[in-house]
């Protein structure tokens, strides 16, 4: 259904609406629907909570994850930093 809407803020909606239900039980899912989000900042910033999430859960899992990840350099040193 989510595939079906088309670009644009509803569609963005929807998968940050998605991605939110499902960042604690399977994380690589809800990055594969933040990927979807079109909006660079809100896309983003989901990633950003989907990392925070997942460190509580599996810090080994996200760090892998957030090293690989299209986010900024920035972002990916603070939140790695925020591990330790």
Not at 37 to 43: F, L, N, T, V, W
Not at 51 to 78: C, E, F, Y
Request: charged share 25%; proline share 7%; no cysteine.
């Amino acid at each position: 259904w989510l595939d079906t809407l088309p670009a644009g803020g509803l569609r963005d909606g929807a998968l940050r609406s998605a991605s939110y239900q499902f960042m604690s039980e399977d994380p690589p899912l809800a990055a594969r629907l933040i990927a979807g989000i079109g909006d660079d900042k809100i896309r983003n910033s989901q990633y950003e909570n989907l990392a925070n999430n997942w460190m509580r859960s599996d810090p080994q899992g996200a760090a892998l994850w957030i090293a690989q990840s299209t986010l900024p350099p920035d972002v990916k040193t603070r939140l790695l930093a925020a591990k330790r």
